[in-house]
């Protein structure tokens, strides 16, 4: 699935070979991505990996996203 994504989207969101290798290969804080795309990444990551956003992230989280956009996140986060 996640090949599909980067054939289809990748190009038409502007994802350069660096993003795209990051995606897989460097963590969510990694120097190609922006704050809030990082923020993103680490509250998805630990979606995924702990099954619970830690507050430490949900902070990062907030201080860019408000509360309905941070339920979407989960929401999509939980489809996947």
Do not use: N
Not at 6 to 20: H, N, P, Q, R, S
Not at 33 to 49: H, K, N, R, T, Y
Not at 68 to 73: F, H, M, R, S
């Amino acid at each position: 699935e996640w090949g599909v994504h980067i054939a289809f989207f990748a190009g038409k969101v502007g994802f350069d070979a660096e993003m795209i290798a990051a995606t897989v290969h460097a963590p969510a804080d990694a120097c190609c991505w922006s704050a809030d795309e990082q923020a993103l990444l680490a509250a998805v990551d630990e979606l995924v990996g702990r099954h619970t956003i830690g507050e430490e992230a949900w902070s990062r989280l907030a201080a860019h996203f408000d509360e309905a956009q941070i339920l979407e996140v989960i929401a999509l986060a939980g489809y996947y």
